[in-house]
Each structure stands twice: as structure tokens, then as C-alpha cells.
């Protein structure tokens, strides 16, 4: 397993910059200021990848694909200038190409890894060429069942080191359809890294996704829900993008960092301060034989704990005690 995508948070901006390169390097910048480790785009070609007539989805209809996806595309020398942004700001360049001619492009520029996306998993000569650059990939599953899955790992495998991601291409997607469930069957399946990318609302799928051993989690990023475009309706905000990554932290840090239960040195002082001693319930005369009517349960806990009262039973005391003294194994006979 590579060590690029181990515990990474991907912002997704994909085409939220709306072809606007200042944008898009805006959006590198916020969401390396949120705490993303990695930014990722979509590389359009557009007449590389769709026919005129291909329909959009469902959820942005706006405008037809091919126009969109021309309008929205970036030069050679854009894509070299938002790698660089990336590397200004300390976060991995990512970027899904959607052709053949896209991955040239990216492969041009340098790209370090690799995005396959939901639709694309079946496209054996893309995933077959991308392997071949021998790079890292993230495996996108929102669309696929495992037959297809098979095959599209089958064909990633020969290249470099991949990481499988849960995924449910709806937008948004409900909590019932979130498949967390399948994070680990594909971990027993494949034996690769899991990871999770998210396109619900908030932030409880993607800790839950954390929490049960994704390494990698993906999240749509954007400036405002309101913004026009395919993508910006089902991302993140920067405020809630930040308490986001800190959760997913916080979260890795917990599941990275077993307790040993049986080690009580970092309590002794807690457990001095807030659990209870056996003490006498009243005053009590010299050779007294103690019954369960002269003991009481009283903080602090640093005198017989109250969890051995009983060995106290029937032994005779060998000096008189005041009321609320703290016994010892000294004060008996």
C-alpha cells in the first residue's frame, strides 16, 4: 500500500471552478486552508469522450454535455499552473481523466496518481492504460457490481498500488443507500486498501466510514451550495469542510491508538480522588469485632478499597477509632 493516500482527505472540487481558472485556484487554496490533503479535478476532453448528443443527468441540466464540458475545460498550461498551485499549498494533485487522450494530457503535465471514477470503472482500455503508467489509483465503485468490479481491479492491479473506494452515485445520497456495509466486504474481497467517497450531506457517513477502516475518504468541496454547475449543490462549504477534516482526524487518531484497559497508571490519581475507602460508620472501642454496620464507603481512595469490605468482617479492631477514621490493616487484629 502506498503511503499517498493513507488517512488522505480529498476535496473534490471536480467542475466546480465553472471553467474559471481563478476559481479553480481559489478552490486549491480554501480547501488546503480546511485541511485537505489532496485536491481533485476532472479532466474533460470533450470530444474525446462524448457524443453530441449525450444526455446530461438528472441533477444538472443546464446545458448540453459536450458545450459544458468544451466551456469548462482547461489548457495544457492551466492544468501545469493548477499542479503547481497544489504543490504551493502543500496538498496532492489529483485529477479523473475521462478518456484515453485525457490521460496523455495528465501523464504531460506529471500527474502523481490516478482517479477512476464511478462511470468509467468499465472502460477496460482506459483503466488498462492507466495501469500501465504504473502510478497509484483511486478505484471509484458507485455504479459497478462486483462482477465489473473484478475485472476493473483485475485490469488496475497490474500497474501500481490501488486503493478501492465505497461509493453511491446519487446526489445526494440517502442514508440508506451510503453501503457501508460493502467497505468491508471489498477489503475481504481484494485485499486492498478501502476507502469512501462520500456524496451525502454532512458529515456522519464519512466518520462512520473512518471508523470502520476507510483510509481515504473523498468529499465534494465548494465555495457555496448556490454556485451554478454539476457539482456545487452536493458539496461541502468551507466552514463545515473544516470541522469535517478535523473530525475524520480525530477519528483516525482514535482508531490508530489502542488503549490497554489493564494499564491504570495514567488513573492512579483519578482513581485516588474519586473512588471510595472503607471507613467506620461510627466510633468503635478497642477489641470491637467488625459487622457490616460498622463500615461506610467514603472518598478518597487511598485507604482499603471499598471493594474488599467483606476481609473485613469478624476481625476485632486493635485500637479505638473515631467515627469516619479510614481503616488500615493496621488497625486490626
Known amino acids: ?41 476532472q479532466t474533460h476532453i470533450a470530444e474525446a469522450e462524448t457524443l453530441a448528443d449525450a444526455p ?29 498551485a497544489c504543490a504551493r499549498v502543500g496538498v496532492t494533485f489529483l485529477s479523473s481523466p475521462f478518456s ?13 496518481a490516478y482517479k477512476v471514477p464511478s462511470g468509467e470503472v468499465s472502460n477496460l482500455p482506459l483503466l488498462e492504460k492507466i495501469a500501465a503508467t504504473g502510478k497509484p489509483v483511486l478505484l471509484s465503485s458507485g ?5 465489473e468490479l473484478d475485472a476493473a481491479v483485475e485490469a488496475l492491479k497490474k500497474g501500481g498500488p490501488v486503493t478501492i473506494l465505497q461509493c453511491t452515485s446519487a446526489y445526494p445520497c440517502p442514508p440508506e443507500e451510503v453501503g457501508l456495509n ?26 462512520a ?27 461541502m462549504e468551507p466552514d463545515d469542510f473544516r470541522a469535517f477534516t478535523k473530525g475524520l482526524r480525530d477519528i483516525w487518531t482514535m482508531t490508530g491508538s489502542p488503549v490497554d484497559k489493564d494499564n491504570l497508571e495514567p ?16 466510633a468503635l472501642g478497642v477489641g470491637h469485632v467488625l459487622t457490616e454496620g460498622d463500615l461506610a464507603f467514603k472518598k478518597p481512595g487511598d485507604g482499603i478499597p471499598s471493594a474488599r469490605w467483606r476481609e473485613l468482617l469478624g476481625r476485632p479492631l486493635r485500637r479505638a477509632l473515631a467515627a469516619d477514621t479510614k481503616l488500615s490493616l493496621d488497625d486490626l487484629a
Not at 143 to 147: F, R
Not at 199 to 206: D, E, I, K, L, V
Request: charged letters at 20%.
Open 1 to 41: 500500500m502506498t503511503d499517498l493516500f493513507n488517512h488522505s482527505i480529498i476535496a473534490e472540487i471536480g467542475s466546480v471552478h465553472d471553467g474559471s481558472f481563478g476559481n479553480a485556484i481559489k478552490l486549491i487554496e480554501a480547501s488546503a486552508a480546511c485541511g485537505a490533503d489532496t485536491v481533485k479535478f
Open 56 to 84: 446530461m443527468p438528472s441533477y444538472f441540466t443546464g446545458e448540453p454535455r459536450m458545450a459544458y464540458f468544451r466551456r469548462t475545460g482547461f489548457s495544457n498550461e492551466q492544468w501545469i499552473a493548477l499542479r503547481d
Open 100 to 112: 484515453l487522450e485525457a490521460v496523455d494530457l495528465l501523464e504531460a503535465i506529471g500527474v502523481g
Open 143 to 147: 455504479m459497478s457490481n462486483w462482477k
Open 182 to 207: 460493502v467497505l468491508g466486504a471489498m477489503s475481504a474481497r481484494y485485499g486492498l486498501p478501502v476507502g469512501f467517497s462520500d456524496h451525502t450531506h454532512g458529515c456522519a457517513a464519512a466518520f
Open 209 to 235: 466510514a473512518a471508523a470502520l477502516g476507510a483510509v481515504a475518504i473523498e468529499k465534494h468541496f465548494t465555495f457555496s451550495r448556490l454556485m451554478y454547475g454539476s457539482d456545487a449543490a452536493n458539496g
Open 267 to 282: 488513573f492512579s490519581e483519578m482513581k485516588r480522588i474519586f473512588e471510595k475507602s472503607v471507613v467506620t460508620a461510627r
